[in-house]
């Protein structure tokens, strides 16, 4: 099977860094007989050739590239593409469910959850995924040291919430204060005030966060909020942003209601997740301020409401009163075109996720075309990913989510055009009803990551 067992991969890096010690030269590998989708444009580049040296691209070209010595990977006329990009996700949030994870789940129990998540990722043929509350840089720490073979990983840390509000996953009579087990397991920070949020946010830095994730509105999924909640102050928000550019990096917030969204962002929040009452004025600002939209589709189909997180009658009414309230959402994207991120805000184990992740790749094809899609799987998270900065950034070597010279070496050989039909890359028209796939999506034929082969079925 084409599978690296972790401990064959890491002996492999070890070894190719040790040949090309040897040969004063960093390895090469050329693949041929591809038609490129680059992640910008909608063209494929047809009849063409790329060349890897060491992790980086380093040629991409329609004439034939002379490298002897390099291994030769025939690509069999199928397209060649930017590995994808999660841009949200909660790869820590692995438990059954939250009743279950906020009762007495332990760290070693979602610590090893999480690293299923990440194999999956990387088996959909996820090169990097951002994770947007909940897990550390200690997870990034133990992936980048080669402990287990998982994607590029850029965590936020605990998210960052208010008493009651979105991200605040206490018992319903606890006091100001008292540990939950999220806050035990620096899942999740609670603050009230400036200063509290300076601490929590430095402490997210200081721990290895890439970015800080902010809980700004009330949200569906949780039990003491109105959806339409402002979580947090002007203050506090500006307190966060603060921290982050002290870091080079941003803060990325959960928003729902306009006035929230128009608040953090003017307030210096740079991605806009979820964003769902989003619109001409949102947009405006978002420009100038380059800030990014990411959306979960999945929030717009009928059968979320069947999710374990949706269960409590409360839940089920916020999410009636939500799906009537964001119905313009389409209307507005498609009228003034943001620049949007993909996203799942998958949380549970890797089998669950799995299907997730097919299933929102379907919905944005249905509602924003494949070309869109890709983009935003590929080039416009490659983007969201560089806003953590040159200070704190893991991978800064190259750009993220393109297919250009200089950039990564994250390569998905796909047998067929994703352009044409985005199950080629795993997408799904059924979400929970889906099969598992363990070992991820059959027609993703190789899979690269910085320069190694992490699956290769062509040859
Ligand atoms: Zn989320």
Redesign the pocket.
């Known amino acids: 099977m084409q599978w690296a067992k972790p401990a064959l991969a890491v002996a492999a890096l070890w070894l190719s860094a040790v040949s090309a010690q040897a040969q004063d030269a960093p390895a090469q590998t050329l693949f041929t007989n591809v038609h490129i989708f680059d992640g910008v444009n909608e063209a494929r580049i047809e009849n063409a050739h790329v060349l890897v040296e060491g992790n980086l691209i380093k040629t991409v070209s329609t004439e034939a590239i002379d490298a002897p010595g390099a291994t030769v990977i025939d690509g069999g006329g199928g397209t060649l593409m930017p590995g994808m990009i999660e841009g949200?996700a909660?790869v820590a949030l692995n438990g059954p469910d939250i009743k279950v994870m906020t009762a007495d789940m332990t760290w070693e129990e979602l610590a090893i959850g999480s690293v299923g998540v990440l194999e999956m990722y990387l088996k959909e043929g996820f090169t990097t995924v951002r994770d947007?509350?909940g897990a550390g840089g200690g997870l990034r720490r133990a992936r980048d040291a080669g402990q287990f073979v998982g994607p590029r990983f850029y965590p936020a840390g605990a998210f960052i919430g208010t008493v009651g509000g979105h991200g605040d996953f206490a018992f319903y009579s606890s006091l100001p204060g008292d540990p939950s087990n999220f806050t035990r397991l620096n899942m999740m920070a609670i603050v009230a005030g400036d200063a509290q949020m300076l601490t929590a946010a430095r402490m997210n830095f200081r721990m290895g966060a890439t970015h800080i994730k902010l809980m700004l509105t009330g949200g569906v999924a949780s039990l003491y909020d109105p959806w339409q909640l402002m979580g947090m102050t002007v203050g506090e928000i500006e307190a966060a942003v603060e921290v982050a550019e002290a870091y080079g990096s941003y803060a990325g917030a959960?928003m729902y209601e306009k006035e929230a969204i128009m608040r953090g962002i003017r307030a210096g929040v740079k991605t806009c997740?979820h964003c769902f009452m989003f619109d001409g004025e949102v947009a405006a600002l978002m420009e100038e301020k380059g800030a990014y939209m990411t959306t979960n589709l999945t929030a717009f189909s009928p059968l979320l409401a069947q999710t374990s997180m949706l269960a409590d009658p409360r839940n089920q009414r916020k999410f009636a009163s939500f799906s009537k309230a964001a119905t313009g959402y389409f209307d507005m994207v498609n009228k003034y075109k943001p620049k949007r991120g993909f996203i799942t805000?998958c949380g549970g184990p890797a089998p669950v996720c799995q299907q997730q992740v097919a299933y929102e790749k379907f919905l944005g094809g249905e509602f924003f075309g494949n070309f869109e899609t890709l983009k935003s799987l590929t080039s416009t998270n490659g983007e969201i990913m560089a806003l953590s900065g040159d200070f704190i950034n893991p991978y800064p070597e190259g750009k993220l989510g393109v297919i250009e010279e200089g950039a990564y070496a994250d390569i998905l050989v796909v047998d067929g055009n994703p352009l044409e039909d985005l199950s080629v890359i795993g997408a799904n028209s059924v979400w929970f009803e889906a099969e598992y796939r363990p070992d991820g999506v059959e027609t993703i034929k190789v899979i690269m990551m910085d320069g190694e082969i992490i699956k290769n079925t062509l040859n």
């Open positions: 949200h909660h947007m509350g959960h997740e805000d």
